[in-house]
């Protein structure tokens, strides 16, 4: 099973909402990710958590929050929200270590932030 | 600083008419280069991973090579259900994924 789940599919929130997008897999993997991507662009990296640690943070705005509360669930807490955050969010898995090993992504959160 | 070049942006190819993708890359300690492919409004989709110069893998009419400055994904007699956007990563000594820009193939009848 190479299946990673996300919800919700879409969200739409206000800039002084507060929200969460929750992330699942169940392949064992030990590094999770969270990604931004913009229409007709790559993926952007955010957050890397190895053994549920925090290991990179791209300097992404504290209004954005990660957390991993155990090796299968990685949740992104949103709070007071641009409309330029408006994007698909993914979630991503891997097995940890040196960079050798594919990720294997979910099928995103579309994010309006009105 | 890690960077790959996707070529051409775009494609369109008959039913059946094969071609290649270009990924050109610089990358300090190739750790992995990988070959995704993402349809509009989905997560990129895992197709192939190469690790060292010479090295390639097959899926169906998929083939992927690579040497030590560049990976192509050859596609063989396309289909209709083969139109996606094609993206190439790579990863270094940084351990981060780094994406090309991609490449948006659309198959025609």
């Known amino acids: 099973d190479t299946e990673v789940t996300q919800t919700p599919k879409h969200l739409v929130m206000g800039m002084t909402n507060k929200k969460s997008l929750k992330c699942e897999q169940h392949?064992?993997?030990?590094?999770m990710y969270w990604y931004k991507q913009k229409a007709k662009k790559p993926p952007e990296l955010m957050f890397v958590?190895?053994?549920?640690?925090?290991?990179i943070n791209e300097s992404v705005p504290s209004r954005f929050s990660p957390e991993c509360p155990n090796s299968s669930l990685l949740n992104l807490h949103l709070h007071a929200l641009q409309p330029e955050d408006s994007a698909l969010y993914l979630c991503?898995?891997?097995?940890?270590?040196?960079?050798?090993?594919?990720?294997?992504f979910g099928p995103g959160t579309r994010l309006t932030v009105t | 600083e890690d960077q790959v070049t996707q070529s051409p942006e775009a494609l369109r190819l008959q039913e059946g008419e094969s071609s290649s993708l270009n990924c050109s890359y610089t990358?300090?300690?190739?750790?992995?280069l990988f070959w995704y492919r993402q349809d509009p409004g989905k997560g990129p989709e895992f197709l192939f991973t190469?690790?060292?110069a010479g090295e390639e893998k097959e899926k169906e009419r998929l083939k992927a090579t690579l040497t030590k400055k560049e990976s192509f994904l050859h596609i063989t007699a396309p289909k209709p259900e083969d139109s996606a956007t094609y993206l190439c990563?790579?990863?270094?000594?940084?351990?981060?994924?780094?994406f090309g820009t991609g490449t948006r193939l659309q198959v025609t009848l």
């Open positions: 190469l690790y060292s």
């Open positions: 991503a898995s891997s097995h940890p270590g040196q960079g050798g090993y594919e990720q294997y």
């Open positions: 990563a790579v990863t270094g000594t940084a351990s981060k994924l780094t």
């Open positions: 958590y190895s053994y549920e640690k925090l290991s």
């Open positions: 990358v300090s300690g190739l750790r992995g």
């Open positions: 392949m064992g993997h030990r590094a």
